[in-house]
């Protein structure tokens, strides 16, 4: 009688996406108290422990047909009722049937920091302000299974062999060589031509206040040996990337290429949280902008 669930529901949506929503979904859940239970192909981010926030075990379908249920839907728009929920209301209040189906495709958790029903018990939390929430109950959240490591160290172990005989050792912290994880869209052509122009001409190094050497190719400012990891699934960006930073160093790729991205495809999605491990384990980033993608791995 006193139990309440929440599930997150895994939409349609990149990994960085349902990612950065599945936090912010988990944060609610921990304002409310409660369970937190998982519906989708999501768990091979998660930590084989959590085995238990499988909404679809028989358990929790047996209780979902006997209970109350609401559904909470949130879309990045202010004039939406949950929107203005979560800025200002009570959601146990507003939602109190025992279950609570919460779906999203963005990183809602800020929002609950203007909520003054929560507001000084997430200061208590995160006296940093929302944008330090995200780290914390990531890093509870996501421990990616033993595929995504399999593939991860794979990768990292079979580029490094061949790097050695010159010298380099990239995605090692005793490497002379700065590894460069770049994380670029199929719908941004305008960095692809960036980074041929960077291959071509050069690359001015600018700081405030002192003009740029009118060549200069060491691109982004980084000096001595390089080596680019790029995080993409489509051979058409793999191709023009791969031309335009082969002038500069190595470069690698993980995973086969796709025409085109399936979102609910589980082998793309462990290609997908693969390539975010890597990210990670480079020494720069360089992403698209507004990418959760690419901020997820920084």
């Known amino acids: 009688q006193t139990m ?9 949506g990149g990994a960085g996406n349902q990612l950065r929503s599945l936090v912010s979904a988990f944060l609610v859940a921990l304002l409310t108290q409660r369970m937190l239970l998982l519906r989708g192909d999501i768990r091979p981010a998660l930590c084989p422990a ?17 209970l109350p249920r609401a559904e909470l839907d949130i879309y990045l728009s202010l004039r939406d009722e949950p929107i203005a929920t979560l800025c200002c209301g009570d959601l146990n209040s507003r939602y109190p049937q025992p279950w609570v189906f919460l779906s999203s495709t963005f990183f809602f958790a800020p929002l609950l920091f203007r909520n003054p029903i ?52 990239p995605f090692t912290s005793a490497s002379r060589t700065v590894q460069v994880g770049v994380q ?37 400012g980084l000096t001595g040996n390089r080596s680019y990891f790029v995080a993409t699934m489509y051979p058409d960006v793999r191709s023009r990337v791969g031309l335009a930073l082969r002038r500069f160093g190595p470069v690698q790729f993980q995973g086969k290429p796709v025409v085109k991205q399936k979102f609910f495809s589980t082998q793309h999605y462990l290609q997908a949280l693969t390539d975010l ?17 690419g901020d997820v791995a920084h």
């Open 4 to 12: 309440r669930w929440l599930v997150w529901d895994w939409r349609r």
């Open 50 to 66: 959590v085995e238990m926030w499988n909404a679809g075990l028989p358990l929790w379908k047996e209780l979902q047909q006997k």
């Open 118 to 169: 929560y507001v000084s018990r997430l200061a208590e939390w995160f006296p940093e302000g929302p944008q330090s929430s995200f780290g914390p109950l990531f890093r509870f959240l996501v421990r990616p299974r033993r595929q995504v490591s399999v593939l991860a160290w794979a990768h990292r172990n079979l580029w490094g062999h061949s790097q050695r005989a010159s010298g380099q050792a």
């Open 184 to 220: 670029i869209r199929q719908t941004e052509p305008g960095l692809v031509k960036a980074l041929t122009h960077y291959a071509t001409a050069g690359a001015p190094r600018c700081e405030p206040g002192i003009p740029p050497p009118a060549r200069d190719h060491s691109p982004w």
């Open 277 to 293: 491990v890597l990210l990670s384990w480079c020494d720069v980033l360089l992403i698209s902008p507004h990418s959760s993608f």
